[in-house]
């Protein structure tokens, strides 16, 4: 897929490798970690070793290289999602996003290459983007698509700085050096600021603290070759640091203070470090990673985004031979695999689980798939406590605009008792009540046989969203009240009763219409409606909570994450 490359620059002669073989790494990594198969002995440089294996490691996997080095281009994506759909694909895992400034649905490629994909019932699941913590920067939302976020894991890899004193202190690195440096000299250059001074020292340990910029004192620290250092910073985002290459220890302000109380009162401060350990099992996790995309869509602000988070941190997958992973010491180093984090990590995952359910449950519309997946999500970690926000761990929980409905739930998701369905029909009614021209909707749907004849809002989505945006002056006290109406079919047991139980939410009212849905037989379907009641303006950005349909014997909980904002797309 690379015409498209070809017509915008003529100038380029041939490409490396003209193939479906990836030179980057990224391709492998997203493809293994959906459907690769078992690895054992799997390790990046002895960092999260163990046995690799894809999310569906028995499906087969069809790659489409869109994307190159000299450039990407939509008309080669478009391609690309056309020739997938052509072979008869079941799943697709897309993790880029193209960068646009447009503001309309129907000029997103993506959106358009997604909707031929769900016509030909083929299940589509996006990447949110990685331009979080910030409300608005989710892109890949289009209705029909299954838009992905990105969450920590329970693992922390990490090194240890043993103080001379027995003291140590645990902190983040992927530095792939196989030793470990013994007690040297501890050295306190304060800001780090000159390459020359850390040259005096270069057999020891430099201790650099964050006074003005931690990418410089970190540039400095590399430009002098220094056998290693520790950082003092209150920085939360040093996964660009981590991959060091040269011994580096990452510690905060509070640690970092303890370590220079002991180099003040130490006639012979000394300090050693250790590489390459890893700790299953941490806590709180996951959590939602911080650069990972918030809603809402702005293009289409009447469904909640994301949809769902899964692991996209750190995550250990193959990588393509041919591209080195980190450096040390200014050399390139390879590995069959590599650690990486993203959206794009985030949503191979959800493609995988996709594949598994497609294999249980054949005849079930993409639709059908996105709604067991996201009503079987988990919004708590492992502590049994809401899903917090990496970016802040000041506010007590993530909202759904960061987490969607939750966490992935691989096991629970093959079945959910009751699923969300939609048709392509759907779509185009609720495009229609987008007030979408008859144009701009052929441009999505690449089709000129649609009117808009019967048009709806009311799209029979698993999640809701609800704005109270208006001038609350011009309210005289009323309340605004808006109605949601649902369609749920019985894919459980045959004959099944559920209840609903809702969550509060601070200044709304919410209610459902019945509150009670009594199934006689299997796949049948029934309706309900949801009722949020607010002021004409919420005084606070963002109010959630949830609506879960309560099996009555326990064995199914079919949650949808609730929004209520003031938020302008």
């Known amino acids: 897929m690379e015409r498209g490359l070809f017509a915008n620059n003529p100038e380029v002669a041939n490409i490396t490798i003209n193939s479906t073989r990836d030179t980057d790494g990224h391709g492998t990594h997203t493809s293994s970690t959906a459907a690769g198969n078992f690895v054992k002995g799997a390790s990046y440089f002895g960092y999260a070793s ?12 069809a790659t489409y290289k869109a994307i190159w080095r000299s450039g990407v281009f939509e008309s080669d994506v478009l391609a690309a999602v056309d020739q997938a759909i052509h072979d008869g694909v079941d799943i697709l895992s897309l993790s880029l996003t193209l960068a646009d400034d447009d503001m309309f649905l129907e000029d997103d490629s993506i959106a358009i290459a997604s909707f031929s994909a769900i016509e030909k019932g083929i299940f589509v699941a996006a990447a ?43 902190f983040p690195t992927l530095y792939p050096g196989n030793f470990s440096l013994s007690q040297r000299t501890l050295v306190f250059l304060d800001g780090c600021e000159s390459v020359q001074e850390m040259k005096k020292y270069k057999h020891d340990i430099i201790v650099c603290k964050d006074n003005l910029s931690f990418s410089s004192q970190y540039e400095n620290a590399e430009s002098a070759n220094v056998a290693a250092a520790v950082f003092i910073t209150d920085i939360t985002r040093l996964n660009y640091y981590t991959p060091s ?28 470090l250790q590489f390459q350990k890893t700790i299953v099992g941490t806590k709180p996790a996951p959590k939602v990673a911080s650069y990972s995309a918030r809603g809402p869509f702005t293009k289409c602000k009447y469904v909640l985004k994301p949809d769902i988070i899964a692991p996209g941190s750190s995550i250990l997958a193959s990588w393509s031979p041919v591209s080195s992973v980190t450096k040390v010491r200014k050399h390139d180093l390879f590995s069959k695999f590599n650690l990486d984090s993203g959206t794009s990590m985030a949503t191979p995952h959800v493609a995988g689980v996709a594949a598994l359910v497609k294999k249980m449950h054949p005849d079930w519309s993409p639709a059908a798939i996105r709604s067991a997946l996201m009503t079987s999500a988990n919004p708590l970690d492992n502590t049994n406590s809401p899903i917090k926000d990496e970016a802040d761990d000041k506010i007590p929980a993530a909202t759904p605009l960061d987490i969607g409905a939750g966490h992935i739930d691989p096991n629970k998701a093959l079945e959910p008792g009751l699923i969300y369905d939609a048709k392509t029909e759907d779509y185009i009614k609720f495009l229609c009540a987008m007030n979408l021209t008859k144009k701009q909707i052929q441009f999505i749907t690449r089709s000129s046989h649609h009117n808009c004849l019967n048009k709806s809002l009311d799209l029979n989505y698993p999640s809701f969203i609800a704005y109270f945006t208006g001038d609350e002056s011009k309210s005289n006290g009323k309340m605004v009240v808006q109605e949601f109406p649902r369609t749920v079919t019985n894919v459980g047991e045959g004959i099944s009763n559920y209840t609903a139980k809702l969550t509060k939410m601070n200044g709304i009212k919410v209610s459902v219409e019945p509150q009670k849905l009594a199934f006689k037989k299997k796949n049948e379907k ?44």
Do not use: C
């Open 245 to 272: 290459p040269f011994p580096a220890a990452f510690i905060g302000v509070q640690d970092g203070q303890k370590v220079i109380n002991y180099m003040t009162s130490s006639n012979d401060p000394k300090a050693s």
């Open 526 to 569: 029934l309706r309900y409606k949801l009722i949020i009641e607010g002021p004409k303006l919420l005084e606070e950005d963002v109010v959630y909570g949830s609506l879960s349909w309560v099996h009555d014997g326990g064995k199914y909980v079919v949650r949808s994450p609730i929004v209520a904002t003031n938020l302008v797309p």
């Open 50 to 61: 163990g046995t690799s294996r894809g999310m569906a490691p028995r499906a087969r996997i």
């Open 128 to 170: 949110a983007g990685n331009d979080g913590p910030s409300f608005y920067t989710l892109v890949n939302g289009a209705p029909w698509l299954l838009t992905v976020g990105a969450g920590t894991v329970d693992r922390e890899l990490h090194g240890i700085l043993t103080l001379g004193d027995k003291t140590q202190f645990s």
